[in-house]
C-alpha cells in the first residue's frame, strides 16, 4: 500500500537525501547519484550515498551505518531514486531493505531505467512495506537530470558552452600566422569554474577548427575531479599526431570519415561516421552505445550550432567576457528563452535550460 503522513516531514528528509547524493557528481556514472536517510522518531539514525559504480548503493551504507540494527524495524527509510530490483555489480536494494525489518520506505522519484522502472517499488510492498512515492519529484528529477535524459530519450544530456564578447565574438580572425592557443575572453574565475563543469561531466566535444586552432587539452587542470572522455569531430583528419588530443593520455573519441594512423595509443577510438548525413544524431547515437549520459559541446561555432539548430541540447552556458574584438568569429545563435544571469566578476554567465 501507499501511505502519505506529514509531507513536511518526508520533503525534509529527502531534501536530505538529495543534499547526500549530490557528494557523488561526476564519479557515479553510469548510475544514478542517490542518497538515503533513515529516520526514527524524527531522528537521523543512519545515512549514506552512492559513491561509485560498482560500490554499495546508498541504501546499503546507510543501513550498515545503523549502529543499533534492531531499531531498523521501527524507522522509515528514505531514498531520493527507487530502490534497485535487479543483480548487476551489487544486489538488489529492495532485497536488502526486506531482509533488514524496514517496513517504511519513502521514495523521491521512480527510476526510469527498464531494469528498476516501478519493479523495486512493488517488490517492496509485495513483501508488506508501506510505500510513499513522488516526494519533491522534481527536484530528484532534477538531480539525475543526465540519467534520465539519458534513458528516456537515448542520447547524453547535451550542455553547451562558449565564451563571447561584448560584441558577439568568440574568436578573432585567424591567419596562417595565429599561433595554436586560445584568445581568452573570460576570466580566469570563469575558466576554473568550466573547469569544475568538466569535471562534473562524463564527456567534452570539440569540433576540428577548435581543435586545430587552440591545440586543446581538455582536461581538469583548474579543478579536483577525473579528466572527461575528450571527443573531436575530424572529417578529414587533419589533426596532427602531435597534438594533445592525440596524446593518448586521456580516453579519446574521434569521429572520422577515415581512421587516423595511429596504432600506438590505446586511449584514441576511431568512430566512422557519414559526415554527409546529420552528424549531431550520428555522434548522439554512438554516445548512447558507449553508455556516455552527458557531454559538453566546447566549440567551435559550427559544431555548437548543428547542436543548436538540430534541437539537441539540454543546457547552455553562455559566459561573456569584458572584452570587445570589434570583429572576428560571431557566436552562436540561441535564441531560447528564459534564462538567468549569474556575475562573475567582470564576465556575466548566461543560462539557458531547454527542458
Known sequence: MYYFYNVNIHEKYIKRCIQLAKSGLGTTYPNPMVGSVIVLNDKIIGEGWHKKAGEPHAEVHAINSVKEKNLLKKATIYVSLEPCSHYGKTPPCANLIVESGIK??????????????????????????????????????????????????????????????????????????????????????????????RAEEQAILVGTNTALNDNPSLTVRNWTGENPIRIVLDRSTKIPKAYNLLNGNTKTIVFSEVKHNIDSEKNVIFERIDFNKNVTEQVCEVLYNYEIQSVIIEGGKQ?????????????????????????????????????????????????????
Request: glycine content about 6%; proline content about 3%.
Open 104 to 197: 517504511k520506505v519513502v521514495i523521491g522519484i521512480v527510476d526510469s531505467n527498464s531494469k528498476v522502472s516501478g519493479k523495486g517499488v512493488k517488490h517492496l510492498i509485495e513483501n508488506g512495506c508501506d510505500v510513499a512515492v513522488g516526494i519533491l519529484e522534481k527536484e530528484c528529477f532534477n538531480l539525475n537530470k543526465r540519467f534520465f535524459t539519458f534513458h528516456k530519450y537515448k542520447r547524453p544530456f547535451v550542455i553547451l558552452k562558449w565564451a563571447e564578447t561584448t560584441d558577439g565574438f568568440i574568436d578573432k580572425i585567424r591567419t596562417e600566422n595565429s599561433d595554436n592557443s586560445p584568445n581568452w575572453i573570460s576570466n580566469t574565475y570563469s575558466q576554473q569554474l568550466v573547469h569544475k563543469m
Open 303 to 355: 559544431t555548437l550550432q548543428s547542436f543548436i539548430d538540430a534541437n539537441l541540447w539540454d543546457e547552455a552556458f553562455v559566459f561573456i567576457g569584458d572584452v570587445t574584438f570589434n570583429e572576428g568569429l560571431s557566436a552562436p545563435n540561441i535564441k531560447k528563452a528564459p534564462f538567468k544571469t549569474v556575475v562573475i566578476l567582470n564576465d556575466t554567465l548566461k543560462v539557458f535550460k531547454n527542458y
